[in-house]
């Protein structure tokens, strides 16, 4: 099976975990084709000044790899500057926060994984 980029749907998600303005998601998966193990596939657009809030992943793992742009990602209280290429985890029971602190979009594919504790 393949879906075109055109054929998906974006979804406006305001203040995404209790963030600064929005997220535009796009889910590359469906609930049925991501299983059991996997609840989001997604690519995720960060507008200037938009962010995903602070929040901790209970049960549940997950990955952000950065495909454009940059921003200041929070894990566990400690703040790390990311761009394109980076890739962050965060793992079962811990915090972490991204937001978009520079002038162009930031583009990344968001894995959620769920994970025993």
Do not use: W
Request: with cysteine.
């Amino acid at each position: 099976m393949m879906m075109k980029k055109s054929e998906r749907t974006v979804q406006k998600v305001e203040h995404a975990q209790g963030g600064e303005g929005y997220i535009l998601k796009d889910a590359l998966l469906t609930p049925q084709q991501m299983g059991e193990h996997c609840t989001m596939l997604a690519e995720i657009v960060l507008e200037p000044g938009c962010e995903v809030g602070l929040h901790q992943h209970n049960g549940t793992t997950e990955t952000y790899y950065i495909l454009e742009g940059g921003g200041m990602y929070t894990d566990d209280g400690k703040q790390y500057p990311v761009k394109a290429g980076d890739v962050t985890f965060c793992d079962n029971g811990h915090f972490h926060a991204l937001k978009n602190i520079g002038d162009k979009n930031l583009v990344m594919i968001a894995l959620i994984l769920k994970k025993e504790a």
